[in-house]
């Protein structure tokens, strides 16, 4: 009599298991690059499905897969949404090279300012009037910057443009690679995971990128320098200011989207609005305090440039944004006013 009542509460529980793994009436599948053990994945991914899954009181479930365990390369996310081979995905705009060129704007020298947040919410303002005609085959739930390109030198303390002339720096974008050859360096593309190798083997100096990096990382064992601009009167954590920084987004398959109810669309829309664009920044603004706080606690010098240093470095780099309207005028898009309204935007945000 025991066993039969444990059989039956067994095949009960089971049997609720498959009723509530089945319960959601729309399903998704959400693709991207990192593992699940990265601040992006833990802090921002996870967080933003929970809040829609909770809002569509179980109507709604997606599934996440990390570390491009469904198939393919970073690169072929935006591909994989547009298909259809997965619904949703979290990628890096500048591995899908050419295909957002006014969403570029946002990751040119001057327009971050240390204020996170304020690129996310700019971000977010100019989607329908300046950057829509990017998102072919997509629909952007949101989108995001991190906070911000960063020196790491393993060996030289950097505090003037000079001082990087000649330098092997590891690059993280195409507009990357502009602000290092302005400034006289010589960039060198890797992959986030493989820069503290290129570091110890001294296949690069140093390395572009943010502070939230240090910890998953351990960039703080291979480099001696973490240099930044002036601390930014905007930035709740501190930061300084960058040059330059890397845009994400996360978008669904516009067909699929297309098809939902608009119940279900305005869930999704509710949850992804102006206030979570700022929640974000904050969530990477975060991120980027606590890794400098990492190096800094293992020994490492943490320098913000001042105001007459970084303006230099402004000066510096003040050719990539014209090198860069003047490629969007080439295909007939109008660079300056994106460039001009992304800076008033920011600013404005700030305040």
Not at 144 to 166: D, F, R, Y
Not at 308 to 332: D, L, N, T
């Amino acid at each position: 009599m025991l066993i039969s009542f444990g059989r039956i509460i067994g095949l009960t529980l089971l049997l609720i298991g498959f009723t509530q793994a089945r319960a959601a009436e729309f399903e998704f599948k959400l693709h991207h690059l990192l593992s699940a053990k990265a601040p992006a994945h833990t802090k921002m991914i996870v967080p933003w499905v929970e809040r829609i899954e909770k809002a569509s009181n179980g109507r709604i479930h997606i599934e996440i897969y990390p570390s491009m365990s469904l198939g393919g390369k970073p690169p072929q996310l935006p591909r994989q949404v547009r298909d259809g081979v997965v619904d949703l995905a979290w990628f890096v705009n500048a591995y899908a090279a050419g295909q957002f060129p006014r969403t570029e704007v946002f990751e040119l020298p001057g327009v971050h300012q240390g204020n996170t947040s304020a690129v996310n919410v700019a971000m977010f303002q100019m989607y329908e009037e300046y950057l829509k005609q990017d998102f072919k085959g997509l629909f952007p739930l949101f989108q995001h910057v991190h906070a911000g390109q960063a020196i790491h030198m393993a060996n030289e303390k950097i505090t003037s443009p000079s001082q990087m002339i000649g330098k092997k720096m590891r690059i993280p974008s195409r507009t990357g690679a502009w602000v290092l050859e302005a400034l006289g360096a010589s960039p060198v593309k890797t992959s986030v995971g493989e820069i503290p190798v290129a570091l110890s083997k001294n296949v690069v100096d140093g390395a572009m990128i943010p502070f939230e990096i240090i910890p998953p990382l351990k960039i703080q064992k291979v480099t001696k320098y973490q240099i930044e601009g002036p601390a930014s009167p905007g930035s709740k954590f501190g930061l300084g200011k960058r040059l330059g920084t890397t845009s994400f987004q996360v978008a669904m398959n516009t067909a699929r989207w297309k098809k939902l109810p608009a119940d279900i669309q305005q869930i999704f829309l509710d949850n992804s609005g102006a206030a979570w664009h700022k929640e974000v920044g904050e969530a990477w603004d975060a991120a980027d305090a606590f890794g400098i706080k990492v190096a800094v606690e293992d020994g490492n010098e943490h320098i913000q440039l001042t105001e007459a240093q970084w303006a230099k470095f402004e000066a510096k780099v003040a050719p990539v944004v014209e090198r860069w309207i003047k490629e969007m005028e080439s295909q007939g898009i109008d660079g300056h006013a994106l460039y001009n309204r992304a800076r008033f935007l920011v600013n404005q945000n700030m305040q």
